[in-house]
């Protein structure tokens, strides 16, 4: 993201047959040891009209998961998962969908639609928005019966994540929001309109203290978790990018994963800390 920068008929059914799978194994172990039995497969569901909704759906092949959740990239969410499937690096989420992975969640990142070239934030507010998030959540549900579906936005990505999870009411779990976008900017309203009554699911906020992009200030996240749970994470490495890009502590550089194992503790139903790492 750059500082300048709601349902769906119970009908729509996911095609099986547009899913293909695409082991990533050796990506992940060069990455890391520990996430060699991460395994990804690439789905193109239905969007609106003829165009199709790319879809990374990742989890660990070594362990059935606990919990699934659905990541939204910022900035303009796309990910160019038509092109190529993305190595760790890049936006927080999913540079670290294999966190999440190995920790017991399978994730869902999306891309943007065929048709578009990126999300604004009225897009990402949405009904149509909305209708592709609930197609991804089914999808995860039918590979993953019972279990919990979370909304987690990052960024640009907190837009998506609220809007859709006051839309989606109680077909998910819960939403998690980390680095939220609170102040309108030439970019986008971002959730600075957004009434957070409307979230009937739990709520999580993940925020660094030192965020210094002008349109997600910590004070704010301080301000809205007020009676909700807010997780503040400290430290890190130093910043290699500008501060409402993903390689600062906007992105929670160098503690990822300290980060995702706060977030994956509140999503199982665990107290997460107050500060991290």
């Given at each position: 993201m750059t500082a300048a920068e709601c349902s769906a008929p119970e009908r729509r059914v996911v095609p099986r047959a547009l899913a293909w799978s695409l082991v990533l194994a050796g990506l992940m172990a060069a990455a890391?040891?520990?996430?060699?039995?991460?395994?990804?497969?690439?789905?193109?569901?239905?969007?609106?009209?003829?165009?199709?909704?790319?879809?990374?759906?990742?989890?660990?092949?070594?362990?059935?998961?606990?919990?699934?959740?659905?990541?939204?990239?910022?900035?303009?969410?796309?990910?160019?998962?038509?092109?190529?499937?993305?190595?760790p690096g890049g936006n927080f989420l999913v540079r670290s969908r294999a966190l999440f992975a190995v920790r017991g969640v399978a994730t869902a990142v999306i891309d943007v639609p065929t048709d578009i070239a990126s999300m604004s934030d009225?897009?990402?507010?949405?009904?149509?928005?909305a209708d592709?998030?609930?197609?991804?959540?089914?999808?995860?549900?039918?590979?993953?019966?019972?279990?919990?579906?979370?909304?987690?936005?990052?960024?640009?990505?907190?837009?998506?994540?609220?809007?859709?999870?006051?839309?989606?009411?109680?077909?998910?779990?819960?939403?998690?929001?980390?680095?939220?976008?609170?102040?309108?900017?030439?970019?986008?309203?971002?959730?600075?309109?957004?009434?957070?009554?409307t979230i009937h699911s739990r709520l999580l906020f993940v925020h660094h203290a030192d965020d210094a992009c002008q349109a997600t200030p910590y004070f704010m996240a301080r301000r809205v978790a007020s009676g909700r749970t807010l997780v503040s994470a400290h430290g890190g490495d130093a910043p290699r990018s500008d501060p409402c890009e993903a390689f600062s502590a906007h992105g929670y550089l160098g503690i990822e994963a300290p980060v995702v194992g706060a977030i994956v503790q509140w999503m199982r139903g665990e107290a997460p800390p107050k500060d991290v790492p």
């Open positions: 890391s040891p520990s996430r060699a039995d991460v395994v990804e497969d690439l789905v193109q569901l239905p969007s609106a009209g003829d165009a199709r909704l790319p879809v990374l759906v990742s989890r660990d092949e070594s362990r059935p998961p606990v919990v699934a959740a659905v990541l939204f990239n910022g900035g303009g969410g796309a990910v160019g998962l038509l092109q190529r499937i993305p190595r009225a897009y990402r507010m949405s009904p149509r928005h592709d998030v609930r197609a991804v959540v089914g999808e995860l549900r039918r590979r993953f019966p019972a279990l919990p579906v979370y909304l987690v936005g990052t960024s640009r990505g907190t837009v998506s994540a609220a809007y859709a999870g006051a839309a989606l009411g109680d077909a998910v779990a819960g939403v998690v929001l980390t680095s939220t976008v609170f102040n309108a900017t030439r970019g986008g309203a971002g959730v600075s309109g957004f009434d957070w009554n």
